[in-house]
């Protein structure tokens, strides 16, 4: 199966600051890469596939990018209801896996 | 609106069986492909299984494959998981959602989850 690897675990911004998150495949996915944004007692939301599709109403201030192994998610002005889990997932092989995810805190 | 209501958790014993639901609404189910994501407690979301819109192709992860069966019924809108072998490892808020479109979009709509404690 495909492993999907995030960096960095956790990532303290302030609000109002650009926050870059990693996403690693094993091997090639292609565009198939998707973001998902989870805060706490929550279900997951989707935000970005095809590596760089943002999800309906989703605010501009997020944006992916990648294609391959390599992706990233930025956000570019780190406002309150941003802080959050955001994981990756690849959906260009079965089993799909998710990484491990990146936990965006308030410095 | 989209709706995705799971129902059925609870707390097993270990090597029992269960059956989740997930009631949908809001779309047009049988055009859609469904998944089954779980995450333990504290921990990362795993993707567990998904069913096409037809019921005519299943792919599950490694981690219960040959326990576990995703199944749907088209006329009742409904989306199911048969858990059997239970193990303390499958404790996990359980998900149901879909995939839309061709290609896909996937996983745009989650449900609230389903609670299930394998536990002695």
Known sequence: EIVMTQSPATLSVS???????????????????????????????LLIFGASTRATGLPARFSGRGSGTEFTLSISSLQSEDFAVYYCQQYNNWPRTFGQGTNVEIK | QVQLVESGGGVVQPGRSLRLSCAASGFTFSSCDMNWVRQAPGKGL??????????????????VKGRFT??????KNT??????????EDTAVYYCARDQG???????????????????
Do not use: F
């Open chain 2, 102 to 120: 061709d290609p896909v979009i996937p996983l745009d709509y989650w449900g609230q989850g389903t609670l299930v404690t394998v536990s002695s």
């Open chain 1, 15 to 45: 609000p109002g600051e650009r926050a870059t998150l990693s996403c690693r495949a094993s091997q090639s996915v292609n565009s198939n890469l998707a973001w998902y944004q989870q805060k706490p007692g929550q279900a997951p939301r």
């Open chain 2, 70 to 75: 995703i199944s749907r019924d088209n006329s």
């Open chain 2, 79 to 88: 989306l199911y998981l048969q858990m059997n072998s239970l193990r303390a």
């Open chain 2, 46 to 63: 795993e993707w567990v299984a998904v069913i096409s819109y037809d019921g005519s192709a299943k792919y599950y992860a490694d981690s």
